[in-house]
């Protein structure tokens, strides 16, 4: 068609150069060349090359050339219904994930047209947090220190505070030391029924009485304390009362009436005083799970409650006060006297114990219970009765006072006090003196 016959004339097909790139002009249509004798040339019909290198038929003007149908694909796998349970699993064993490489910087990259770009500044390297175990120790340091405060304040709250060193005129002066008053009454107004039957005290016996009454000092040199029994049946005299027996005194005026006997008789002025029942007695010495006490002789005294036998062993809270009231002996009051000192050595030693200083929960029940039971003077604190009990944890000098006699009088059967004696005595302790030791009473 339009002249051009693909088999006698060959189209001679145009590409255009590739842009911007100059090439040679554009060819023109040239004709057939003319074969020699002047024959017309002959044009070879539209051959297809096969891959295969087969020869294909030549095709005529109107044919065209055969398309290659392109190769089938094989059909779809049929779909599989879903899995109605779940796949049979294998367990895998655990392996740890290798640790993460340290940072590396990345190599350079290659070099770049223009200007460097700027690099990326590097995180700083993240400092260690340091410990600080010192910080710790003294953050523990006063945890306890304020709980030690708290601990103190609570059990001086705790004490039951009396008049008990109330002036007077005549008063005895200060004296060097420090002295303490300690007593021990035979009030029942806190026992129950059940705890008055169990420590053997009976009913109400009229005016509260004083079982037991010691005379504390301790020198300011820092020498051995030394603590002095004074019977409670001494014949002294009491003020407004004239003569009676020592522990009359607190029947008829109380703590501030016995303070003045005891400073009048003796001239030895007293800075502390303090005062247990029974109910507390006891409670002490069972918080304390006992006291060991060598009995120096058998007891037997059911109006104390006790039957011990003689030899070393360990007193519950009842036997121990059996034993620091009781008369049933040969002696009477001066074997009392013994058997409250060698209570108060046992005691002493009980409390000052590594075992019992080292428990907490030892340490506190005994100091709750001791502040709970006792009676002080109004200015007399929890520190005050703590250096007490320092005072008197080593080696002290018991004894008591140089006895005279015995005499029956309106009172009743009192003890007498050596008079030669007791004077320098007493003397000894107001001046803050060692006692000479020919006159200890061992």
Same mark, same amino acid.
């Given at each position: 068609?339009n002249?051009?016959?693909?088999?006698?004339?060959?189209?001679a097909?145009?590409?255009?150069?590739?842009?911007?790139r100059?090439g +040679?002009?554009?060819m023109?249509r040239?004709? %057939?060349? &003319?074969? #020699?004798?002047?024959?017309p @040339?002959q044009i070879? /019909? $539209? !051959?297809v090359?096969?891959r295969?290198?087969?020869?294909?038929?030549?095709?005529?003007?109107?044919?065209?050339p +055969?398309?290659q149908?392109p190769?089938?694909? %094989?059909? &779809?796998? #049929?779909?599989?219904p879903p @899995?109605?349970h779940? /796949? $049979? !699993?294998r367990?895998?064993?655990?392996?740890?994930?290798p640790p993460?490489?340290?940072r590396?910087?990345?190599?350079p990259?290659?070099p770049?047209?223009?200007?460097p770009?700027a690099?990326?500044?590097?995180p700083p390297p993240?400092?260690?947090?340091?410990?600080h175990?010192f910080?710790?120790?003294l953050?523990?340091?006063?945890?306890?220190?304020l709980?030690?405060?708290?601990?103190?304040?609570?059990?001086?709250?705790?004490?039951?505070?009396i008049p008990?060193?109330?002036?007077?005129?005549?008063?005895?002066?200060?004296?060097?030391?420090?002295?303490?008053?300690?007593v021990?009454?035979?009030?029942?107004g806190?026992?129950?029924e059940?705890?008055?039957?169990?420590?053997?005290?009976?009913?109400?016996v009229?005016?509260?009485?004083?079982?037991?009454?010691?005379?504390?000092h301790?020198?300011?040199?820092?020498?051995?304390t030394?603590?002095?029994?004074?019977p409670?049946?001494?014949y002294?005299?009491?003020?407004?009362?004239?003569?009676?027996?020592l522990n009359?005194s607190?029947?008829?005026?109380?703590?501030?009436?016995l303070?003045?006997t005891?400073?009048?008789?003796?001239?030895?002025?007293l800075?502390?005083?303090?005062?247990?029942g029974?109910?507390?007695?006891?409670?002490?010495?069972d918080?304390?799970?006992?006291?060991?006490?060598c009995?120096?002789?058998?007891i037997?005294?059911?109006?104390?409650g006790?039957?011990l036998a003689?030899g070393?062993?360990t007193?519950?809270g009842p036997q121990a006060?059996g034993?620091?009231?009781?008369?049933?002996t040969?002696?009477?009051?001066v074997?009392?006297?013994?058997?409250?000192r060698l209570?108060?050595?046992?005691l002493?030693k009980?409390?000052s114990?590594?075992g019992?200083?080292?428990?907490p929960?030892?340490?506190?029940p005994l100091?709750?219970?001791i502040?709970?039971?006792?009676?002080?003077d109004q200015?007399d604190h929890?520190w005050?009765l703590?250096?007490l009990?320092w005072?008197?944890?080593?080696?002290?000098?018991?004894?008591?006072?140089?006895?005279?006699?015995f005499?029956?009088?309106?009172?009743g059967?009192v003890?007498?006090?050596?008079?030669e004696?007791a004077?320098?005595f007493f003397?000894?302790l107001?001046?803050d003196?060692?006692i000479?030791?020919?006159?200890l009473t061992k």
């Amino acid at each position: 068609m339009n002249g051009d016959d693909p088999q006698h004339y060959a189209r001679a097909r145009r590409v255009p150069p590739p842009p911007g790139r100059p090439g +040679p002009p554009p060819m023109r249509r040239q004709g %057939p060349r &003319p074969m #020699p004798g002047g024959q017309p @040339p002959q044009i070879e /019909p $539209t !051959q297809v090359l096969r891959r295969d290198g087969r020869q294909a038929p030549p095709l005529a003007y109107s044919q065209a050339p +055969p398309q290659q149908v392109p190769p089938r694909r %094989p059909p &779809p796998p #049929p779909k599989q219904p879903p @899995p109605t349970h779940a /796949p $049979t !699993q294998r367990p895998v064993p655990y392996r740890e994930d290798p640790p993460p490489p340290g940072r590396r910087r990345p190599p350079p990259g290659p070099p770049q047209d223009g200007p460097p770009r700027a690099r990326r500044p590097e995180p700083p390297p993240r400092r260690r947090r340091k410990r600080h175990p010192f910080r710790w120790f003294l953050v523990l340091v006063l945890v306890l220190v304020l709980a030690t405060v708290g601990a103190v304040v609570q059990l001086d709250r705790s004490l039951h505070r009396i008049p008990a060193l109330a002036g007077y005129s005549g008063r005895v002066g200060d004296t060097p030391g420090t002295n303490w008053l300690l007593v021990g009454s035979d009030g029942r107004g806190d026992l129950s029924e059940d705890q008055t039957q169990e420590l053997s005290t009976g009913g109400d016996v009229g005016p509260e009485r004083t079982d037991t009454i010691l005379l504390v000092h301790v020198p300011s040199s820092g020498g051995k304390t030394t603590m002095v029994s004074l019977p409670r049946d001494s014949y002294v005299d009491v003020p407004g009362q004239g003569k009676d027996k020592l522990n009359a005194s607190f029947a008829i005026g109380g703590p501030q009436l016995l303070v003045q006997t005891v400073e009048n008789a003796t001239g030895v002025h007293l800075d502390h005083y303090a005062q247990i029942g029974f109910g507390g007695f006891a409670g002490v010495v069972d918080t304390l799970g006992g006291i060991d006490i060598c009995v120096p002789e058998p007891i037997d005294d059911p109006l104390a409650g006790i039957n011990l036998a003689a030899g070393c062993q360990t007193l519950n809270g009842p036997q121990a006060l059996g034993f620091v009231r009781s008369r049933a002996t040969a002696m009477a009051d001066v074997d009392r006297m013994n058997h409250q000192r060698l209570f108060m050595e046992a005691l002493l030693k009980k409390v000052s114990s590594a075992g019992t200083l080292a428990n907490p929960f030892t340490l506190w029940p005994l100091a709750r219970d001791i502040a709970g039971s006792l009676k002080v003077d109004q200015k007399d604190h929890i520190w005050d009765l703590a250096m007490l009990g320092w005072a008197m944890r080593g080696e002290t000098v018991a004894t008591t006072v140089p006895i005279g006699g015995f005499e029956d009088t309106d009172s009743g059967n009192v003890l007498l006090w050596d008079s030669e004696q007791a004077s320098p005595f007493f003397d000894a302790l107001a001046k803050d003196q060692a006692i000479p030791d020919d006159l200890l009473t061992k």
